[in-house]
């Protein structure tokens, strides 16, 4: 687990986003968290992507259910990033004007990771895309569950039918995980936690940030 970076958030509407590879455990990731969030009093609204908005829910099915043509890279990007713009108009910002902290299964880092390096698309052409959509705005926290490929497309194989990105081959996702990893070596607001320990390890690291980067939240705040 990365703990060097220290920035406790004091008392202020907060972005936290859980990101990782095809089974590694997001979805139990997500419920502990925000569990812990609400325990400490966080107004809590959770959303995910691609999706999170009717729109943005359609285009998640355009992108993972489409079997009956090819999908070229730079369409699947722009898709995520229409996506992504209805859900940051839509509901992250005005949350986060309300006080509210919102928790995300999958952000930004997504699209670097998935089309920038398993697509290899140009990521200068990403970046415009990015200060596009988002501006200046990104997660206070990302908490990225890194595991082996291997492992997490089998964990996801044994969940049921996999969607069209999730039967790419190994290489794609080895790619993927290469540039998740290299962003969270150098993204201060990045904590990488070791997805292929026993799950209670991980979501007692997962806990570990928590407590040393996430204030309680209080009225007085808002």
Known sequence: MQSSKKNTLQNKAQFIVVEGLEGSGKSSAIALVQHWLQQKGHDVICTREPGGTPMAEQIRNLVKQVSDEVVSPTTELLLMYAARMQLMTNVITPALTAGKT????????SSRAYQGGGRQL???????LRRAVLS??????????????KIGLQRALERGKLDR???????FFERTREKYQQIAANESNVFTIDASQAIEQVHADIISVLNAQVAPHTQATL
């Open 102 to 109: 919102v928790l995300a299964d999958r952000h930004d880092m």
């Open 136 to 149: 200046e705005h990104t997660p206070d926290i990302t908490l990225y569950l890194d595991i082996d490929p």
């Open 165 to 171: 990105i999730e039967l790419e081959q190994l290489a």
């Open 122 to 128: 140009d990521e200068a052409f990403i970046n415009d």
